[in-house]
Structure formats: structure tokens, C-alpha cells
């Protein structure tokens, strides 16, 4: 698993221009972060993923009103973000019951 943070730049709105891509990276907090498995697949999309990267980058810099995101928290294993992180204890509390559950 590679991990990465970036504190010039909102590293959740570079991974919203990735996906515009197709790449599919998972969110990480405390600190922001995003990550992604590294597989036969990714090993032969080295070159691919780092020209995507960078044009990720200049995307939000050039037009950073077209990816902001602030304060979202994403919850592992889900495509659901919490805009209040009051209620990020809460909610994964229930997640890890659910799971539990089932």
C-alpha cells in the first residue's frame, strides 16, 4: 500500500481530478491522505498513473473552484463522506456495529 499527503495543495480534490481519470485511490484523515494498493496492475501503469498525477495537480491549481472540498472526512470501505466531523465517532461506532452485525 503506497499513502500520500500533500500540504500545498487539498490532496482530496487532487484524487477528485484522478478519478476524473479513472483512478479509483481511497481518502485517508488525520492526516488527509489518499492510498492504493500497488498490484500487477498498477506496477504496469507506473509512468500512466505519474502523468495523471501531475496532471491532477495543475487541474486544481488552475481551477481550484472547480474541486473544493474542505472539510469532508471519508469513511474507509465506503464511498460516503461526513461533512461534520463531530459526527465521524458516531457514524463509524454504528459502521463497526453494522459490520459486526453481518
Excluded: M
Amino acid at each position: 500500500v503506497v499513502a500520500f499527503s500533500c500540504k500545498k495543495y487539498n490532496i482530496y480534490s487532487i484524487n477528485d481530478a484522478l478519478i476524473e481519470n479513472g483512478w479509483e485511490l481511497n481518502s485517508l484523515q488525520n492526516p488527509a491522505g489518499i492510498h492504493f494498493a500497488i498490484t500487477s496492475r498498477t506496477c504496469n501503469s507506473v509512468d500512466k498513473f505519474l502523468a495523471d498525477l501531475r496532471s491532477a495537480v495543475e487541474k486544481v491549481t488552475a481551477n481550484p473552484q472547480n474541486y473544493v472540498k474542505t472539510s469532508s472526512a471519508a469513511l474507509y470501505g465506503s464511498k460516503t463522506q461526513i461533512n461534520d466531523p463531530n459526527l465521524i465517532e458516531e457514524v463509524v461506532r454504528h459502521w463497526a456495529d453494522f459490520l459486526s452485525e453481518n
